[in-house]
């Protein structure tokens, strides 16, 4: 064994203390002021967008409204998911010495394939899937993700146990005519349960038992129970006011115009990601971009900065622009580069000529 590393059992909770959290203990850990932390987490029933997505495009938000469901915004990249208290949410958060790796393919195959070594162990037959999900039989039982802060490492995973795949297509801003029964049939065999495929679903302790056996041996440590300790009280105290609030949930100040802009996307191995671009044609100049997804990427910042890179810059400076922010700073997403981003943007203006009118 090298060393101890803590349990943290924070129980089922509403989705702003859970990722009030996250963030809390993302921060600590890389000030030096937490352990090694495996922590098991529950949520009240909510609907979470990825950190850098659009909460209005993304989210039905009569829906959620009508029937109790909270919004928020997770500190992490990522698509809109949907929570309630029948998944069991596993994070771990380390110091980046504890990996062996720098490059977040290979952490994410390490925690993935530990965590399927612990669902195999409850008798289900769990294996990774890259880049990022778990999966039985070909059909997804755990997604996960992970972001890096500083030195600091905060990797998710989320278990089925006992999923609702047509509430999920109702909460997720899905045309109607993908609601269909035939069409929530059919998401519902991608995805797996464990209440479905074990005769009797065992007790929450033994699932989180199975898992900590598992990432124990993995990273060859041995776990200890243990509470918040005072440092981490305190961030996650201020970590709530501002989570908890609608300006963190919505972000009015990344506003993405419905009108006199054009659209753009580009799908590449990190995800999604769409650009609203202001283009003035006659000058070939981007007046101001906007790019929002369900990919991950750290640190957050780098959206706004290639954003700010891209206000009022030529259109032939796009690609040099980005990848000038990239080359700022260590960067972390799994699959992006400068170039995906570019591609979006490339996406929007492609047919526009060099007549039109340009936008003010």
Known sequence: MSGVWRILDTGLRSAAENLALDRALLEARQAGESPNTLRFLRFEPSALVGYHQDVVRE??????????????RRITGGGAIYFDPAQLGWELFLD?????????????????????????????????RPRNDIEVNGRKISGTGGVFEGEALMYQGTLLID???????????????????????????????????????????????????????????RFEVAALNAAEQRRYAHALAEIESDDWVYQPGRVYPAQASLSGMHRCDGGLIYANVIFESRSRLLRQVWFHGDFFLAPRRLVADMEAALRNAPLAELRANLCACFARQPVDGIGLGPEDFAAAVEDAVANVGTEAEPVD
């Open 96 to 128: 980046r010495r504890a990996l062996g790796s720098a490059e977040m393919e290979n952490i994410a195959a390490r925690i993935c394939n530990a965590a399927a070594d612990g669902l195999r162990a409850l008798g289900v037959d769990a294996r990774f």
């Open 163 to 221: 999923f609702d795949v047509e509430r999920m297509l109702r909460v997720l801003r899905i045309p109607a005519e993908k609601l269909t029964h035939k069409a929530i049939a059919s998401a519902r065999e991608r995805v797996a349960n464990l209440r479905e495929l074990l005769s009797v679903v065992p007790p929450l302790d033994t699932i989180k038992q199975a898992l900590a056996t598992a990432f124990a041996e993995a990273f060859a440590v």
């Open 59 to 72: 989210l039905h938000l009569e829906y959620c409204a009508a029937h109790g469901i909270a919004v928020q």
